[in-house]
C-alpha cells in the first residue's frame, strides 16, 4: 500500500512537472518576437531630411561611403558587413552635446567590447578641421579603442550626404554649402545598413534603451 502510494506520488509529480513544461512551451510559441521598425525618411523628422528624399516609404539604406578613420585608414561599407553598428555625428571642439555624446559612447563601447558583431561609427560634421591627426588625439583622450570604434573625417559633401540622405540625422544649415547642424542622435544600424532605431546620445534611459534594442536586434537575425 505504501508502495502504490509512493507511485502515485511521483506520478503526480512527473503530471505537475510536464504540465509547467506545456505551459511554458504554450506561452513561448504564442508570444510574439519582438521586432525593431525598420526607419524610412518619410518616417523620420523631416528637418533632418534631405528634401530630394523625404517622401520615400520604402526600402531606405545606408549608402555606400569612403572615409579616412583616427590612424588614417580608409573605411567604407564593407568593413560593417554583417555587423549591426551604432552612427553619429559630431566635431571635436564642440563643447555643447558632444562630450556627453562622447562619453556615452565609450560606455557603449566598454559594455560591448567583447561582442564583435556590434562596432561603433562617429562622422565628424567639420572635416576642415577634424584631420586624422585632430581625431587621434580626441581619440586617446577618449579612449576610443580602434577595433571596436572609427571616428572619420573626409570629403564634406559626402559626409553632408550621409548625414541628411542615409542616417536622417543632422538639420541643413542655410549659412553656407554642405553645412549642416548635427543633432545628438545615435542611429542604430542593422546587417542590411537599414536604419532601426534613433537614440538621444546624452541620455542615460535612451542609452538603456539602445541596449535593449541591440539585443532584440540581435535574437531577430
Known amino acids: ?20 513544461i506545456s505551459v511554458s512551451l504554450f506561452y513561448s510559441i504564442l508570444k510574439p518576437v519582438e521586432r525593431l521598425p525598420i526607419y524610412q525618411p518619410a518616417s523620420v523628422n523631416s528637418e533632418l531630411v534631405d528634401t530630394t528624399i523625404v517622401h520615400k516609404i520604402n526600402y531606405h539604406k545606408i549608402s555606400d561611403f569612403s ?15 554583417n555587423k549591426i553598428y551604432v552612427a553619429d555625428f559630431f566635431f571635436t571642439t564642440c563643447q555643447s552635446i558632444c562630450p556627453i555624446m562622447t562619453k556615452n559612447m565609450k560606455d557603449i563601447q566598454d559594455k560591448l567590447i567583447k561582442d564583435s558583431e ?14 586624422v591627426e585632430v581625431l587621434k588625439k580626441y ?4 579612449q576610443v579603442i580602434d577595433s571596436k570604434w572609427d571616428l572619420v573625417t573626409g570629403d564634406k559633401k559626402e559626409i553632408y550626404d550621409l548625414a541628411r540622405k542615409s542616417y536622417l540625422a543632422a538639420k541643413d544649415n542655410s549659412f553656407g554649402e554642405y ?5 545628438e542622435n545615435f542611429v542604430l544600424i542593422d546587417k542590411k545598413k ?5 537614440y538621444d546620445g546624452t541620455n542615460k534611459e535612451e542609452i538603456d534603451r539602445l541596449y535593449k534594442d541591440i539585443k532584440i536586434l540581435k535574437n531577430s537575425n
Open 67 to 81: 572615409l579616412t578613420n583616427q590612424n588614417g585608414e580608409t573605411v567604407t561599407q564593407s568593413k560593417y558587413d
Open 139 to 142: 581619440a586617446v583622450e577618449n
Open 1 to 20: 500500500m505504501k508502495g502504490s502510494f509512493s507511485n502515485y506520488k511521483w506520478i503526480g509529480l512527473a503530471i505537475i512537472v510536464w504540465g509547467v
Open 194 to 198: 537599414q536604419i532601426r532605431g534613433f
Open 179 to 183: 553645412e549642416m547642424i548635427h543633432t
Open 118 to 131: 556590434v562596432l561603433l561609427l562617429s562622422h565628424t560634421v567639420f572635416p576642415e578641421i577634424d584631420s
